[in-house]
């Protein structure tokens, strides 16, 4: 695998990609044009062509053009959540004969939309999306980007990259279709979102339904802002969590009281958080090298920091003061509003990367290694930057 030449196996591939104005599916796509040399990339776009070049202005503007130069994307119009995605037919035929890999990135990560609408929106396409999938006649690989929090309702520990049997997925869907939950079917289980509990249901019932796709699912953790691709800091604000936590608390200070573990009374356990071109890089590398199944991409893929770590920054980079933080195990002391928001920043899961290890020293343009990066700078320069943005919105008011 070290020594294979990812572009030399890019340059035969046509894909398939969904979500491409999206934070992770923007930066699949400026490595799939400028870094690996695929050979031809369609691209699923929601309202007009125009909306995918204006939102590309906003989030890679010094990107966008070589990206079209290339000649190599093409753009459809179309709508995840319609049958056959809403494409013309005669691009669908087109598609149907040359695309070699689907890259599913599009989802909606609205925390707070409820459970029936999250359904609606991430399980249905995707199924849809794996039938259509099953009709290209060169298609090699299936890539379904979920989500790590599918297994949120999984105690502390550590969480392998495996599905975890909750019960009948088929009448876990079909009660939600009916009643708008999964109470009677899956009881005992508390996702930390509506939104983790929909991918864990698409993933279920994409393996249980497809048995002859050939499917992988990547799990990332939470995306963080890239270290350099397409640049540094990179990540539209709704697509990293972290940034989004912080941003609201410098807005917004409230106590700083979180819900701990017994196990980490001190905010020592591990924010799992990722760089947005490393999950990206994890992605591209599993295709290359075959891989099947189920994949995580976090912070053990990265460098693994902890709550109190996250905190300190915050604490120490912004101008503004802020904190204490206090950490709490006695769960009658009421949670600042913004933990009540993160509920997974004061879990202790550890996400296996079992399957992403043999990669940790290829080098290229798809390399995970961290050679010459400092992790602690990095996020000190990131919150500043955060804290200057904040400023500056404070001031136009």
């Given at each position: 695998?070290?020594?294979?030449?990812?572009?030399?196996?890019?340059?035969?591939?046509?894909?398939?990609?969904?979500?491409g104005?999206?934070?992770?599916?923007?930066?699949?796509?400026?490595?799939?044009?400028?870094?690996?040399?695929?050979?031809?990339?369609f691209?699923?776009?929601?309202?007009?062509?125009?909306?995918?070049?204006?939102?590309?202005?906003?989030?890679?503007?010094?990107?966008?053009?070589?990206?079209?130069?290339?000649?190599?994307v093409?753009?459809?119009?179309?709508?995840?959540?319609?049958r056959?995605?809403?494409?013309?037919?005669?691009?669908?035929?087109?598609?149907?004969?040359?695309?070699?890999?689907?890259i599913?990135?599009?989802?909606?990560?609205?925390?707070?939309?409820?459970?029936?609408?999250?359904?609606?929106?991430?399980?249905?396409?995707?199924?849809?999306?794996?039938?259509l999938?099953?009709?290209?006649?060169?298609?090699s690989?299936?890539?379904?980007?979920?989500t790590?929090?599918?297994?949120?309702?999984?105690?502390?520990?550590v969480?392998?990259?495996?599905?975890y049997?909750?019960?009948?997925?088929?009448?876990?869907?079909?009660?939600?279709?009916?009643?708008?939950?999964?109470?009677h079917?899956?009881?005992?289980?508390d996702w930390?979102?509506?939104?983790?509990?929909?991918?864990?249901?698409?993933?279920?019932?994409?393996?249980?339904?497809?048995p002859?796709?050939?499917?992988l699912?990547?799990?990332?953790t939470?995306i963080?802002?890239?270290?350099?691709?397409?640049?540094?800091?990179?990540?539209?604000?709704?697509?990293?969590?972290?940034t989004?936590?912080?941003?609201?608390?410098m807005?917004?200070p409230?106590?700083?009281?979180?819900?701990?573990?017994?196990?980490h009374?001190?905010?020592?356990?591990?924010?799992?958080?990722?760089?947005?071109?490393?999950?990206?890089?994890?992605?591209?590398?599993?295709?290359?090298?075959?891989?099947?199944?189920i994949?995580?991409?976090?912070?053990?893929?990265?460098?693994?920091?902890?709550?109190?770590?996250?905190?300190?920054?915050?604490?120490?980079?912004?101008?503004?003061?802020?904190?204490?933080?206090?950490?709490?195990?006695?769960?009658?002391?009421?949670?600042?509003?913004?933990?009540?928001?993160?509920?997974?920043?004061s879990?202790?899961?550890?996400?296996?990367?079992r399957?992403?290890?043999?990669?940790?020293?290829?080098?290229?343009?798809?390399?995970?290694?961290?050679?010459?990066?400092?992790?602690?700078?990095?996020?000190?320069?990131?919150?500043?930057?955060?804290?200057?943005?904040?400023?500056?919105?404070?001031?136009?008011?």
């Amino acid at each position: 695998m070290q020594n294979q030449d990812p572009s030399a196996f890019f340059r035969g591939q046509t894909i398939f990609l969904t979500g491409g104005t999206g934070g992770l599916g923007g930066c699949l796509l400026y490595k799939l044009a400028l870094k690996v040399d695929a050979r031809k990339i369609f691209i699923l776009v929601r309202g007009s062509a125009a909306q995918a070049m204006a939102s590309w202005a906003k989030t890679i503007p010094g990107q966008i053009a070589s990206i079209l130069a290339t000649k190599k994307v093409h753009l459809m119009v179309g709508d995840i959540t319609k049958r056959n995605c809403g494409i013309d037919p005669a691009i669908l035929a087109e598609m149907g004969e040359q695309v070699t890999l689907v890259i599913h990135c599009a989802a909606n990560t609205n925390l707070m939309a409820p459970i029936h609408q999250t359904i609606a929106d991430n399980c249905i396409p995707t199924l849809q999306l794996a039938e259509l999938a099953s009709t290209f006649k060169n298609l090699s690989r299936f890539v379904h980007i979920s989500t790590a929090y599918v297994n949120s309702f999984l105690p502390d520990g550590v969480v392998e990259e495996k599905i975890y049997d909750t019960g009948d997925a088929e009448q876990q869907l079909l009660e939600v279709m009916q009643t708008g939950s999964v109470s009677h079917s899956a009881p005992k289980y508390d996702w930390v979102a509506p939104y983790t509990f929909s991918k864990y249901l698409t993933e279920r019932l994409l393996l249980l339904r497809n048995p002859c796709l050939p499917i992988l699912i990547v799990r990332p953790t939470a995306i963080g802002p890239a270290i350099s691709e397409p640049y540094s800091y990179y990540g539209p604000s709704q697509s990293c969590p972290v940034t989004t936590y912080i941003r609201t608390y410098m807005k917004a200070p409230d106590s700083g009281v979180f819900h701990v573990s017994a196990r980490h009374p001190t905010g020592s356990n591990i924010v799992d958080e990722i760089p947005v071109d490393f999950v990206a890089n994890i992605i591209l590398l599993h295709i290359v090298h075959g891989t099947g199944g189920i994949v995580h991409a976090g912070a053990q893929s990265y460098v693994p920091r902890t709550l109190s770590q996250f905190h300190s920054d915050i604490c120490a980079s912004s101008p503004s003061e802020f904190g204490p933080f206090t950490y709490v195990t006695d769960r009658t002391i009421e949670q600042g509003q913004h933990a009540q928001f993160w509920k997974a920043a004061s879990r202790d899961w550890h996400f296996s990367n079992r399957a992403t290890m043999s990669f940790l020293a290829v080098k290229g343009p798809l390399s995970i290694a961290l050679e010459g990066h400092d992790a602690a700078r990095f996020m000190r320069n990131r919150v500043m930057i955060l804290a200057e943005e904040v400023l500056k919105s404070r001031t136009r008011l």
